[in-house]
């Protein structure tokens, strides 16, 4: 069993502001589990009692509209932690959370979140924090959706996956999404998305193979994602 006194991926998240018996009690609660490309960690409208450590891997978390198309609001990779939001306000689930490539999760129970809350004014502080940045974020989202057009939201995107996740030693994003995905991100059809990928490759700002695409005029994405 690892402990999490030991795992560094603590570190990212408000976890590196519990002491050291909390671990130890997390360490013997949790429940360690692996997680296939496109499974469902859980769905939208779900009542959690517990929340999910990103150990390895990335999760999209995306919320259904009503006509029936996904609109992804932000990707969770190595450090993030699934589920707060729900277990905190003891309310459903308002996002779905799929494996974008395989992962490895560490379910934690919601009690030790809530006792810790409770009794460590620390790890409260540091929670709420991370709530304050999800609404950033989510104020981001909403910006972008309204003044930017979908031209510049994929530029925004790719130079988002590569500086969040790096690239691979052949220069394509580290990260590989399929075209729906690139589309449920920026919030328009498949077809649209595709269409523009490939007017970036024609202008030279990306070059593609299969699904991966890697950058090769950043300058260029940077500068129509910022309407300049």
Not at 68 to 74: L, T
Request: hydrophobic fraction near 40%.
């Amino acid at each position: 069993m690892s402990r999490c006194e030991q795992c560094i991926v603590r570190q990212l998240n408000a976890m590196r502001a519990m002491n050291k018996e909390e671990l130890k009690e997390i360490t013997h609660a949790k429940v360690t589990r692996k997680i296939k490309k496109g499974e469902v960690i859980f769905d939208e409208g779900e009542k959690l009692n517990g929340v999910f450590c990103v150990k390895n891997g990335v999760s999209k978390l995306s919320k259904l509209s009503p006509n029936g198309k996904d609109q992804i609001v932000k990707l969770a990779a190595k450090g993030e932690v699934l589920g707060h939001r729900s277990v905190i306000a003891e309310e459903h689930t308002n996002l779905s959370a799929t494996a974008v490539n395989d992962m490895e999760v560490c379910y934690i129970p919601k009690e030790n979140i809530i006792n810790s809350i409770r009794n460590n004014p620390g790890f409260a502080v540091e929670m709420l924090k991370r709530l304050a940045h999800d609404l950033k974020d989510a104020d981001d989202v909403i910006v972008n959706m309204s003044q930017k057009n979908v031209k510049q939201r994929i530029a925004e995107t790719f130079l988002y996956i590569k500086s969040n996740f790096g690239e691979d030693e052949e220069g394509f994003l580290l990260l590989t999404l399929s075209r729906e995905n690139i589309a449920n991100i920026v919030g328009t059809a498949t077809e649209s998305a595709i269409r523009i990928i490939s007017e970036f490759k024609k202008e030279g700002w990306i070059r593609t193979s299969g699904k991966k695409i890697g950058i090769i005029d950043e300058k260029k994405l940077s500068t129509l994602s910022s309407g300049i």
